[in-house]
C-alpha cells in the first residue's frame, strides 16, 4: 500500500495550500507552455498550465476537484509518457515520497524541453 492511501484520506480537507509557496510556484511557471505535473496529489498546488498530472496514490487522484487536468496513475520514476518536448515538468512536494530519487529526477529530464521546477 503506498503511504498517501493510508495517510491521504481526508487530505483535501486537512491541508490547506500556502499561497506564499502557490505564488512561487506561479512566478517559476508562468511564462511556460504547458506542463505536466509529477506526483501532484491533490492538486493543491498545481499550476494553470498543467495539461497532465502524474500521481501513483489512487486516494489522492480521487480527492482531485472536477475539471482538474488530466490524471495518469504513475510513479515518478517510471513515468508512462513518451517525450513531450514542448512540455514542462514540475514536482511539488512529492520527492520526499519518491523510492527512487535518481529515477525520478532523470525522468522529469528525460523529456523537459527548458525547465524542471522542483520544489521540496
Known sequence: MMTYDRIGATYNHTRRPDRRIGAKIHKALSATGTVINVGAGTGSYEP????????PSAVMIAQRPAGSALVLQARADSLPIADVRLMRRCALLTVHRWTNLEAG????????????????
Not at 48 to 55: I, P
Not at 105 to 120: D, G, H, K, N
Open 105 to 120: 529526477v532523470t525522468e522529469l529530464l528525460r523529456a523537459a524541453r527548458q525547465r524542471v521546477v522542483v520544489l521540496t
Open 48 to 55: 494553470l498550465q498543467t495539461v497532465l498530472a502524474v500521481e
